[in-house]
């Protein structure tokens, strides 16, 4: 059983569409986040969500808002996309707070052409 | 607020140990360490919280210098499954967030 999935796996898209990418965890953890992986594997937090509730806000373009219809579920949706939006975008959850594990799921592999 | 993690890359023969090190210039209260290996995501391997800990299992373990605002990732034995990137992810005091590091490219060979 997958505890935390994405969808897509890969997206190949043009500059100044707008995307969404859809996350689930059947883990029953309270707490789901967004990170963005660049070319450089450098990995930063974009957002937290503890019960549909957004906790952590970084700092991110407006043009990427996350929205938690239940607990389980966190998706990003992305406007205007642009070439340096490109990266692999990984959902986590975990059941608590930042000091709880969290448990990733597999990525989405984003290209903007 | 991104730690420091050094070496960023080593190369090891089965069985050597190695240390992984990870600085922050900010006051820590936890400290993570994750591994992630080509094209997949990454996979936790341990969190330590402030309080100066040490943990570990099988042969990877971690302590945490909150004085120093630093912590340090062994392996020892390692076996060729540990290759990988390994990344410190650090919480500040405080903060609400959690910084990573550039990561250590680890690889083992025969």
């Known amino acids: 059983d997958t505890a935390v999935s994405q969808t897509p796996k890969y997206l190949v898209t043009q500059m100044g569409n707008d995307k969404s990418i859809k996350c689930e965890q059947n883990?029953?953890?309270?707490?789901m986040y967004w990170y963005k992986q660049d070319s450089k594997k450098f990995l930063k937090i974009m957002f937290s969500?503890?019960?549909?509730?957004?906790?952590i806000n970084e700092t991110v373009p407006n043009r990427f808002s996350p929205k938690s219809p239940d607990k389980a579920h966190l998706n990003l949706h992305i406007n205007s996309l642009e070439l340096g939006d490109s990266a692999v975008y990984f959902c986590?959850?975990?059941?608590?707070?930042?000091?709880?594990?969290?448990?990733f799921g597999p990525g989405t592999r984003l290209l903007v052409l | 607020q991104q730690p420091v993690q050094s070496p960023q890359a080593v190369i090891l023969r089965e069985g050597e140990d190695a240390v992984i090190n990870c600085s922050s210039s900010?006051?820590?209260?936890?400290v993570h360490w994750y591994r992630q290996k080509h094209g997949e995501a990454p996979i936790f391997l341990m969190i330590?919280?402030?309080?100066?800990e040490q943990k570990g299992h099988d042969k990877i373990s971690a302590s945490f210098n909150e004085k120093k605002q630093q912590s340090s990732l062994y392996l020892t034995a390692s076996q060729l499954s540990y290759s990988g990137t390994y990344f410190c992810?650090?919480?500040?005091?405080?903060?609400?967030?959690?910084?990573f590091g550039t990561g250590t490219r680890l690889t083992v060979i025969p």
């Open positions: 900010k006051a820590l209260y936890s």
């Open positions: 330590l919280l402030k309080g100066g």
């Open positions: 992810g650090t919480e500040g005091t405080g903060a609400n967030n959690l910084f």
């Open positions: 986590a959850s975990s059941q608590g707070t930042l000091q709880e594990t969290q448990y």
């Open positions: 969500y503890n019960n549909k509730e957004l906790i």
């Open positions: 883990l029953g953890h309270d707490t």
